[in-house]
Every structure is written in structure tokens, then in C-alpha cells.
């Protein structure tokens, strides 16, 4: 399970910093008759917003399922 949750933030890190190169970079405007740009930079910010709900939710099922226990401050502390 720790090997999963590394490798997300990691696809979520890298969706990030993608997200950040198209914005640094901005788009150029077409030449006439020519097709638009696709926006990249939402495109991999919807992306890193999909991964982060997903390893939400598979860290839910696992702790719901008991592959995973919570750990922290007990409670009444």
C-alpha cells in the first residue's frame, strides 16, 4: 500500500509540474485557418485533481477493508 500512495503522489507531483511548464510557457495564438491550441495546462490539472480523488478514495476502501489502520494520538488525549 505505501508503494501505491508513493507512486500517486508522485503521478500527481509530475501532473503538477506539466501544468506549470504549459503555463510558463503560454500558448501561442494561431496563424490564420489554423486549429487552436488545446489548453494542456487544464487538461493536466483535471488530470492531478482524477489522481488525487482516486488515492483518496483507495486509501478509504483499504482502511474500510482493514489492509490499513489509522495511527496518530489516541483518542480522549
Known amino acids: ?3 501505491l500512495v508513493v507512486v500517486a503522489f508522485m503521478a500527481i507531483l509530475a501532473s503538477l509540474v506539466w ?3 504549459h503555463m ?3 500558448s501561442v495564438p494561431p496563424e490564420d485557418g489554423a486549429v487552436p ?3 494542456k ?5 483535471a488530470l492531478r485533481v482524477g489522481l488525487s480523488i482516486v488515492l483518496f478514495v483507495c ?3 483499504s482502511w474500510k477493508m ?3 489502520q489509522p495511527t ?3 483518542p480522549g488525549l
Open 1 to 3: 500500500m505505501k508503494i
Open 19 to 21: 501544468a506549470l511548464l
Open 24 to 26: 510558463m510557457r503560454g
Open 37 to 39: 491550441p488545446k489548453n
Open 41 to 45: 495546462m487544464a487538461t493536466a490539472l
Open 59 to 61: 486509501v478509504l476502501i
Open 66 to 68: 482493514g489492509w490499513i
Open 72 to 74: 496518530g494520538i489516541p
